[in-house]
């Protein structure tokens, strides 16, 4: 039996001979995308660190340790929220690592744990290994297959008599992060409008589990009968405009125009006393100027009887040509508001008037007609058409902010709403699919999970495989997508007899399955931790042979 208290926990076992006080600790699972950390008498984890590149202990892009320094910033970070300062000794810690982890990740946690944090005793946890005892149909069992999906990589692992065979277990080197990365790119390249609010990384995540499943029973066969799903993407709803607002918008609109016109004049006045127009050199930029130019051309060309003259008059007639359509082109368009444009806009409205200028001005359309009058030569000569269009732009664009300033709050809020919402087509199931097709998708090249299933127990005798057919774990945060487990029963039946019995099973809460199961390895594991006495005696020796892990593998403990 098992007596709990928030000091000690006595642990007796079968035989009636007492084991060392299991005092209170800390459990702490390092995973490779975050740290969730609580105490060994709470239920559940009480503290979750997100991780991120700027913080991450971890190797880029694996689940290997190798910063000290900021895994040391993250522990003490989880102990001051657990708030372990308050306890009257340093606590005890409960640590899980990644399978097959290297010795130098297992050493640098020993140092810390023993020898920064001042733990009176340690006790280490394979992630993948411990989360079958969050399953109460798997604890007892001798013989599993483990599937443990990471941010960054999946381990298949067979348990035989209760021991992790290393020798037959594979990685892929495939997880949750690659699986959101190239959701993430699909969408931004689908809904380029959306792309800043697709870049949050918990916006991906949302879509994810709310719209991301695994096609069943393949990925062509679910594209026929796949339906749209909506999503609505985060987004902030502007002020609504008043119609008081814009009648101020529209005088402050004309007022500056006003000011931006008296300087242009009187500009031009300094420049003809100055001299400075008689001396300019005359260009050719009047529309009537170059027609007058092109009608003498052709009647050259028409008088020409050398056929050698005609090519350099009608070189220069295209050249008349081209420089009439650009000019016209540019009376009749509209300038293109750039970044240099608008600060020269508002710096000459400066100097019109030494009033400070609104800073919205010259952000509206409507603003850029004053600076194609500015453009012209002779400002008070203002083209018919040029003159229609910006009234007319102007009246449309009144009209539509007076329809907006109607519109009750609700609908105001609703028609942004609408504006944020993307439907999700073949992205439902393209995320899930990089687990399957991961050469395909992304360019890893590298077998599939049923494959990779089907390889790890192809050398097991048929008796063997039957044995670890029937009792397949899936754990990690991939296996909450809908269908997982159907579409790995599907995957492997083609792979093995026909009759075969396939059974997949998983928790209610597998991202938390390695944190779940540290608490019942921990306390009902005759293995003591290691304390601080053996590891000052003996060091990292003792510690990996006495390691509580060493027992759930079959050969000798890495």
């Not at 594209?223 to 008081?244: A, E, G, H, K, Y």
Request: hydrophobic fraction near 40%; charge should be negative; glycine fraction near 4%.
């Amino acid at each position: 039996g098992i007596i709990r208290s928030c000091a000690v926990t006595t642990v007796i076992w079968k035989d009636g001979v007492d084991c060392m006080d299991m005092r209170r600790a800390a459990v702490i699972d390092l995973g490779s995308d975050s740290i969730k950390a609580g105490w060994s008498d709470a239920s559940g984890p009480g503290v979750e660190l997100k991780l991120n590149a700027a913080i991450s202990p971890f190797d880029d892009l694996t689940d290997v340790l190798y910063r000290g320094d900021r895994l040391e910033s993250c522990l003490e970070h989880i102990l001051l929220q657990l708030n372990a300062g308050a306890e009257s000794e340093a606590p005890g810690l409960l640590v899980t690592e990644s399978f097959c982890a290297p010795a130098t990740s297992r050493r640098l946690l020993a140092q810390l744990c023993f020898e920064c944090f001042q733990s009176p005793f340690a006790w280490m946890a394979v992630d993948g290994l411990v989360a079958r005892y969050a399953d109460e149909s798997l604890r007892s069992a001798s013989e599993a297959l483990i599937i443990r999906f990471g941010a960054f990589s999946t381990h298949v692992i067979p348990v035989l008599q209760g021991r992790a065979d290393t020798s037959r277990s594979l990685r892929l080197d495939v997880g949750g992060y690659h699986c959101r990365s190239y959701l993430q790119r699909c969408l931004s390249l689908r809904f380029p409008v959306h792309k800043d609010a697709l870049q949050l990384q918990p916006t991906v995540q949302s879509i994810i589990d709310q719209c991301s499943r695994v096609a069943t029973p393949s990925y062509k066969e679910a594209l026929d009968t796949l339906q749209p799903c909506s999503f609505q993407l985060p987004f902030r709803v502007p002020t609504q405009p008043t119609i008081q607002n814009l009648a101020l918008a529209i005088q402050r609109r004309e007022q500056n125009a006003a000011r931006m016109r008296a300087f242009l004049a009187k500009k031009q006045e300094a420049r003809a006393e100055a001299g400075q127009l008689s001396s300019a050199k005359p260009r050719v930029s009047d529309s009537s100027e170059l027609q007058s130019h092109f009608r003498n051309v052709e009647s050259l060309l028409a008088a020409a009887d050398s056929l050698s003259a005609k090519p350099i008059i009608e070189e220069f007639k295209s050249f008349l040509e081209n420089k009439l359509a650009k000019l016209q082109q540019n009376d009749l368009g509209k300038s293109a508001p750039t970044r240099r444009n608008i600060e020269r806009l508002k710096l000459l409205s400066a100097h019109g008037d030494e009033r400070e200028l609104d800073q919205d001005f010259g952000l509206d359309d409507a603003d850029w007609s004053i600076y194609q009058t500015m453009s012209l030569e002779r400002p008070e000569v203002v083209d018919e058409f040029i003159e229609q269009k910006r009234q007319l732009m102007h009246y449309l664009r009144w009209a539509e902010l007076q329809e907006a300033a109607r519109l009750p709050a609700a609908e105001w809020a609703a028609l942004h709403a609408s504006q944020a919402t993307i439907s999700l087509q073949s992205e439902q199931i393209r995320a899930a699919e990089v687990l399957f097709q991961p050469s395909a998708l992304i360019g890893v090249d590298q077998m599939g999970l049923g494959e990779m299933v089907a390889t790890s127990l192809r050398n097991y005798p048929p008796e063997t495989q039957r044995s670890l057919l029937k009792s397949i774990f899936l754990t990690g945060g991939n296996c909450l997508w809908r269908g997982m487990a159907d579409r790995l029963v599907l995957e492997l039946q083609p792979l093995f007899e026909p009759a075969t019995l396939i059974t997949v099973s998983t928790t209610s809460t597998p991202r938390n399955d390695a944190y779940s199961g540290t608490l019942e390895r921990y306390y009902h594991s005759s293995c003591q931790p290691i304390n601080k006495e053996d590891y000052e005696e003996l060091g990292l020796l003792r510690f990996s042979e006495r390691l509580a892990t060493a027992l759930d593998f079959a050969n000798k403990p890495l």
